[in-house]
């Protein structure tokens, strides 16, 4: 299982033109407010969602008016809104029983008020849809009451609206090597919807077009890899309005299901990114990274969507291995840092809940503690790091550009600009660098993004020559909206 979705045109809102569209970067709205410090001007495109990965729909609204709005966010990937198995797990939400907006998440009036208040901050929702398939195969009670049994759902769906692949003596997927058993038998013994038909595709639909009716801007579509492509776009065809699709593909290679197949639907999360990004980042490979956007089998650059992790990866499932997360530390920062400087897909900052096992489920506390408007202590919000949502800005201030003035310092630093709008340098290496390089940026007096502008300023010189030390493990990013003053 994985995660989330996007956007439909409106208020404001970073948002596809189409629902289908593939071009979304350059459609954005520039409504909304900047989260600038510096300096004022043209309001820049919101190029940046978050996952608020198991957050309440009230403080998913409050996190929108008081922080995520004024920094520049584009949308927030939420969990899945419908109702599941109970249980403490956080996979349990990934098991639905019906699609009754009632969840670990709050209430469908919460839900409402949740997306109504996003959107008058210029923040977009995504709703993270599993509709690959329902709950475990057995009987039991959803937490909204609705109760289940083998192949039957109150929404309604019987056993004739299910996958019965006969394969394997229990109907689950034992050969990745197989695309017709990977999409027809089950997931862990997940009821598996068949998707290719009509009647289920319409019922889908009808859950969909109730989220988009409430609002949502959009959908990420779980586990998109288990269902045909033609299936999702069935599913698709029938919303009535325009939705901001990505679709949930894990292709690294190997398989017989291809990530590009899924393009025509929209967007895909390119699962190979955050792979390229760990080994690079651990084992001191920067200067490879400006190939990046050119890797043998990486989706277009305006057709994908990336990440450092997600649920799934920083739990090292999804086929993960080892991974980059929030316990990374500064490693991690900096990774994010690269994602947000480098024009290739559209970015994606988790944001998460501190966790020891692989299965457990969020805290009972607010992920912003009431009192002190800061993050409590079992959550992390890795969105609101200086270092993360500086470079939120500098993605919105650069949007368009392409890279230009790369340079690999050594393999484990790397300098490069978004033409006279933005300039990063990143040192993971176990010393200081001093370099005097060009940026290709307007003289003047420059803050660190990267450090939410605090502490020194840096001098672009009259030639575009930017000089400074770079301690280990570090980074300087500026752009046109840290121009302190100008020469």
Not at 121 to 144: F, L, P, Q, W
Not at 411 to 431: C, K, L, M, Q, W
Request: proline residues 6%; hydrophobic residues 35%; negative net charge.
């Amino acid at each position: 299982m994985a995660n989330p979705t996007m956007t439909r045109t409106a208020s404001g809102v970073c948002a596809t033109a189409a629902a289908l569209s593939l071009g979304f970067l350059a459609s954005c709205d520039k409504a909304g407010p900047t989260g600038n410090a510096i300096a004022k001007g043209p309001e820049p495109s919101r190029t940046v969602f978050v996952q608020l990965f198991e957050w309440k729909w009230p403080d998913v609204a409050r996190e929108c008016e008081e922080f995520l709005g004024p920094a520049g966010y584009a949308a927030v990937q939420v969990s899945p809104p419908n109702e599941h198995v109970p249980g403490p797990e956080w996979w349990t939400r990934y098991q639905p029983v019906s699609y009754q907006l009632q969840s670990r998440g709050g209430t469908r009036e919460q839900f409402a008020d949740m997306v109504r208040r996003c959107r008058n901050a210029g923040v977009g929702i995504y709703a993270d849809a599993v509709i690959n398939h329902m709950s475990y195969v057995g009987i039991g009670t959803g937490v909204a009451g609705s109760g289940f049994a083998e192949y039957e759902y109150p929404v309604p769906y019987t056993y004739g609206d299910f996958h019965h692949c006969g394969r394997n003596g229990d109907d689950t997927i034992q050969n990745y090597q197989d695309l017709w058993e990977v999409q027809n038998c089950e997931l862990v013994k997940l009821a598996d919807l068949d998707t290719g038909k009509a009647a289920v595709q319409t019922k889908i639909a009808d859950y969909l077009n109730d989220l988009l009716d409430l609002g949502v801007a959009g959908f990420r579509i779980d586990a998109a890899k288990h269902m045909a492509v033609d299936d999702v776009a069935g599913i698709l065809n029938r919303l009535k309005t325009k939705a901001h699709v990505y679709q949930e593909v894990i292709d690294r290679g190997g398989e017989p299901i291809n990530a590009h197949d899924y393009l025509k639907n929209g967007l895909v999360s390119e699962f190979k990114y955050p792979l390229v990004l760990l080994d690079a980042f651990t084992a001191g490979k920067l200067d490879g990274l400006n190939e990046l956007s050119s890797r043998p089998g990486f989706l277009p650059p305006d057709a994908a969507v990336v990440f450092v992790d997600n649920h799934d990866i920083q739990r090292g499932h999804a086929g993960a291995g080892d991974v980059l997360n929030y316990k990374s530390g500064k490693i991690y920062e900096l990774a994010n840092v690269f994602m947000l400087a480098w024009p290739y897909g559209y970015p994606m900052v988790m944001s998460s809940y501190r966790f020891d096992g692989g299965d457990q489920g969020p805290p009972d506390s607010r992920p912003i503690d009431n009192n002190s408007g800061s993050c409590g202590e079992a959550w992390v919000c890795e969105h609101r790091l200086p270092s993360i949502a500086g470079m939120v800005r500098f993605r919105n201030a650069t949007d368009g550009l392409a890279v230009s003035n790369w340079q690999a310092l050594s393999s484990t630093a790397i300098a490069f600009g978004r033409g006279d709008r933005g300039f990063v340098i990143i040192n993971i290496g176990a010393e200081p660098i001093n370099p005097a390089i060009q940026s290709g940026m307007l003289p003047g007096e420059y803050c660190n993004a990267v450090t939410g502008c605090e502490g020194p300023r840096l001098e672009v010189r009259a030639d575009g020559t930017l000089s400074t030390t770079l301690p280990p493990m570090s980074a300087v990013a500026i752009h046109s909206g840290t121009r302190t003053n100008r020469k």
